[in-house]
């Protein structure tokens, strides 16, 4: 069984930054793309940011230059520093990536998205 879990939401006033962590467990045998999604309450599911395998990032359009992706292989876990937030960046943000469990290697299968449960972020004062 292969899980995410998300952490670091909670309540920020603007102009502050959070940090989110989520980190992959279970069975695997390697992890793909990790990213960052989110979704505000009456809109879709939105990227936020993504990093391969090797490090290379792409961003949606209203993070660039405010938030970072990085990740930590060696301990399958993806962050998300959020800097200078605004009331715009309140939604949960859900964490996701592309895995490859030993049992799908096993019977030959591609990798998996898995998704986290999500967390909250609001920016409010």
């Known amino acids: 069984q292969v899980q995410l879990v998300e952490s670091g939401g909670g309540l920020v006033q603007p102009g502050r930054s959070l940090r989110l962590s989520c980190a992959a467990s279970?069975?695997?045998?390697?992890?793909?793309?990790m990213g960052w999604y989110r979704q505000a309450p009456g809109k879709q599911r939105e990227l936020v940011a993504t990093?391969?395998?090797?490090?290379?990032?792409n961003y949606a359009d209203s993070v660039k230059g405010r938030f970072t992706i990085s990740r930590y292989n060696a301990k399958n876990t993806v962050f998300l520093q959020m800097n200078s937030l605004n009331p715009e960046d309140t939604a949960v943000y859900y964490c996701?990536?592309?895995?490859?469990?030993?049992?799908?290697?096993?019977?030959?299968?591609?990798?998996?998205?898995?998704w986290g449960q999500g967390t909250q972020v609001t920016v409010s004062s």
């Open positions: 990093i391969t395998t090797g490090g290379s990032t």
């Open positions: 279970g069975s695997i045998f390697s992890i793909n793309v």
């Open positions: 996701n990536a592309g895995i490859l469990s030993y049992r799908d290697r096993l019977y030959d299968e591609r990798a998996r998205v898995y």
